[in-house]
């Protein structure tokens, strides 16, 4: 995704977004030269067969050649592809559907319903950190279930070795409402304004952060919904400021393409893809995908730093400071965002939900509303430990 030569581009903004710009980029047509492992194409789509490439994988220099051709896909090419019967055998994901039931069942005693991202509460079941849970559920089942060569070799091939997993459960029943169009983490989840204060380089590096993938539990027609996609779309670098108008989104429904999977199928995206759940229009097929959302190796900071401790001991001089009027509103911001932690995630999804957002509340963000709101000292002090309760797994 690298820019033009002649672009010149310091941060992006929505109303300079260019939809005939966009348009051109997502008429590529996927051809079978540049996709030479794929066993099929299919709107653009290449699709591979893992009965035949779970063996090469094993071998070194094949290896490295499939994982180039991936990663060529999902950075230059559609952006979007599938690996067919990325599980030989589906019986371990019965399993994990019966444990992931469970879950569900008993979550909805305990819950007035968790916040999702971009879906209508009530339209689907969620369940935040299905990694951990079910590890706790069964961990014989989750042993064999992310014993997954091919499901690795993806991820090696966008984020490198060492790359952290996480998921998360999306069940949609009959009747489950669509998704708009959107991109994904991590830009994806910040605001329209937050995300225009990102400059344009950062836009580019947020997409080689996660991967975006999706296994399939039962069989997912195309009327039960499955992801709605939009190839090439990933290649437009002002995207993450984009996805939000209106003419973009109508151009999506338009132009977007859904595959049947089939149960033991997996999907993997570029998370800079213009993408959204489908509608289940079926009576009887409740859709259930493992979201998987992996992040690199390398988004982490270099030392630990107990920034609740922080918050508490620089409170009460940034709010004497305020009062004081020694310190500009700019100043004491950025003392602020230097002690204070700014990003809402990663975090506990079940307790510190998204609900009225994209992500919950920053420390930063809490720290400069607690001074406008004049919360005392104790005040502060005992939501900066909600929080960090609420953030713990």
Request: proline share 6%; charged share 20%.
């Given at each position: 995704?690298?820019?033009?030569?002649?672009?010149?581009?310091?941060?992006?903004?929505?109303?300079?977004?260019?939809?005939?710009?966009?348009?051109?980029?997502?008429?590529?047509?996927?051809?079978?030269?540049?996709?030479?492992?794929?066993?099929?194409?299919?709107?653009?789509?290449?699709?591979?067969?893992?009965?035949?490439?779970?063996?090469?994988?094993?071998?070194?220099?094949?290896?490295?050649?499939?994982?180039?051709?991936?990663?060529?896909?999902?950075?230059?090419?559609?952006?979007?592809?599938?690996?067919?019967?990325?599980?030989?055998?589906?019986?371990?994901?019965?399993?994990?559907?019966?444990?992931?039931?469970?879950?569900?069942?008993?979550?909805?005693?305990?819950?007035?319903?968790?916040?999702?991202?971009?879906?209508?509460?009530?339209?689907?079941?969620?369940?935040?950190?299905?990694?951990?849970?079910?590890?706790?559920?069964?961990?014989?089942?989750?042993?064999?279930?992310?014993?997954?060569?091919?499901?690795?070799?993806?991820?090696?091939?966008?984020?490198?070795?060492?790359?952290?997993?996480?998921?998360?459960?999306?069940?949609?029943?009959?009747?489950?409402?669509?998704?708009?169009?959107?991109?994904?983490?991590?830009?994806?989840?910040?605001?329209?304004?937050?995300?225009?204060?990102?400059?344009?380089?950062?836009?580019?590096?947020?997409?080689?952060?996660?991967?975006?993938?999706?296994?399939?539990?039962?069989?997912?027609?195309?009327?039960?919904?499955?992801?709605?996609?939009?190839?090439?779309?990933?290649?437009?670098?002002?995207?993450?400021?984009?996805?939000?108008?209106?003419?973009?989104?109508?151009l999506f429904e338009d132009r977007h393409v859904q595959l049947p999977l089939a149960k033991g199928d997996a999907l993997?995206?570029?998370?800079?893809?213009?993408?959204?759940?489908?509608?289940?229009?079926?009576?009887?097929?409740?859709?259930?995908?493992?979201?998987?959302?992996?992040?690199?190796?390398?988004?982490?900071?270099?030392?630990?730093?107990?920034?609740?401790?922080?918050?508490?001991?620089?409170?009460?001089?940034?709010?004497?400071?305020?009062?004081?009027?020694?310190?500009?509103?700019?100043?004491?911001?950025?003392?602020?965002?230097?002690?204070?932690?700014?990003?809402?995630?990663?975090?506990?999804?079940?307790?510190?939900?998204?609900?009225?957002?994209?992500?919950?509340?920053?420390?930063?963000?809490?720290?400069?509303?607690?001074?406008?709101?004049?919360?005392?000292?104790?005040?502060?002090?005992?939501?900066?430990?909600?929080?960090?309760?609420n953030q713990k797994p």
């Amino acid at each position: 995704m690298t820019a033009p030569a002649e672009t010149k581009v310091g941060f992006f903004d929505a109303d300079a977004c260019d939809l005939c710009e966009f348009t051109n980029l997502i008429e590529r047509t996927t051809t079978p030269a540049a996709v030479p492992r794929a066993s099929d194409i299919q709107k653009n789509i290449p699709i591979y067969d893992m009965s035949t490439l779970r063996a090469p994988l094993e071998e070194t220099d094949e290896r490295r050649e499939i994982l180039t051709e991936w990663a060529g896909v999902l950075m230059d090419g559609p952006g979007v592809l599938v690996l067919r019967g990325a599980y030989a055998e589906t019986a371990v994901l019965d399993e994990a559907t019966s444990a992931y039931e469970a879950i569900i069942a008993r979550e909805a005693l305990a819950s007035d319903g968790g916040g999702d991202h971009f879906a209508a509460a009530g339209s689907n079941d969620r369940i935040w950190n299905a990694l951990q849970k079910l590890c706790e559920e069964a961990p014989d089942v989750f042993l064999r279930y992310f014993a997954n060569t091919s499901i690795d070799a993806i991820c090696e091939a966008w984020l490198g070795p060492n790359y952290q997993m996480t998921a998360q459960i999306n069940l949609v029943h009959p009747g489950g409402a669509a998704q708009q169009a959107h991109r994904d983490y991590h830009l994806g989840f910040q605001t329209a304004k937050i995300s225009a204060e990102y400059p344009a380089h950062v836009h580019d590096l947020s997409p080689v952060l996660t991967l975006q993938g999706a296994i399939a539990h039962c069989d997912m027609p195309i009327e039960s919904g499955p992801t709605k996609l939009l190839p090439f779309s990933q290649l437009y670098r002002a995207g993450y400021a984009a996805w939000r108008r209106e003419d973009f989104r109508v151009l999506f429904e338009d132009r977007h393409v859904q595959l049947p999977l089939a149960k033991g199928d997996a999907l993997f995206f570029n998370p800079a893809l213009f993408h959204a759940a489908g509608a289940n229009t079926t009576k009887d097929i409740h859709r259930m995908a493992n979201l998987l959302q992996v992040s690199s190796a390398f988004g982490r900071a270099m030392e630990t730093v107990d920034r609740t401790k922080m918050c508490k001991l620089l409170y009460p001089h940034a709010v004497q400071s305020q009062k004081a009027g020694t310190l500009t509103t700019s100043e004491l911001r950025s003392s602020i965002c230097a002690a204070a932690e700014g990003y809402s995630f990663p975090t506990n999804l079940d307790r510190d939900p998204p609900k009225g957002g994209l992500a919950p509340e920053t420390q930063q963000a809490l720290f400069i509303r607690a001074i406008a709101e004049g919360l005392t000292e104790q005040g502060f002090s005992d939501c900066l430990d909600l929080m960090a309760k609420n953030q713990k797994p």
